[in-house]
Nanobody
Framework: QVQVAESGGGLAQAGGSLRLSCTTSGLSFEDACLGWFRQAPGKEREGVAVIQNPRGSTYYANSVRGRFTISRDNAKNTAYLQMNNLKPEDTAMYYC?????????????????WGQGSQVIVSS
């Protein structure tokens, strides 16, 4: 059974930084797709960033490209989302996802496991 455990998030001021972590189990990390989706109040859930193993190819939503960086540590089965230059519109619940299929920022059914969510609040 694929499982993920996420941590991080919290409160930041505009222009600040936060980091999310996501540790997986139950799948071959070296071949997995990992990433984050987010959902703001009153809005649809959207893909934020994903990383495709084994090559480590990364894909970002246009709204975060250049500010967010997704990375992974294979030895720890963990992915990270470094969020810099945060904006109030980044405020949302962030969900770590893991799957064994090709990454997608759009198709949620690609992912076998979803985290419990990490709240990110950015004040102006």
């Amino acid at each position: 059974q694929v499982q993920v455990a996420e941590s991080g998030g919290g409160l930041a001021q505009a222009g600040g930084s936060l980091r999310l972590s996501c540790t997986t189990s139950g799948l071959s990390f070296e071949d997995a797709c990992l990433g984050w989706f987010r959902q703001a109040p009153g809005k649809e859930r959207e893909g934020v960033a994903v990383i495709q193993n084994p090559r480590g190819s990364t894909y970002y939503a246009n709204s975060v490209r250049g500010r967010f960086t997704i990375s992974r540590d294979n030895a720890k089965n963990t992915a990270y989302l470094q969020m810099n230059n945060l904006k109030p519109e980044d405020t949302a619940m962030y969900y770590c996802v893991a799957g064994i299929r090709l990454c997608s920022l759009y198709y949620e059914d690609r992912y076998q496991a979803w985290g419990q969510g990490s709240q990110v609040i950015v004040s102006s």
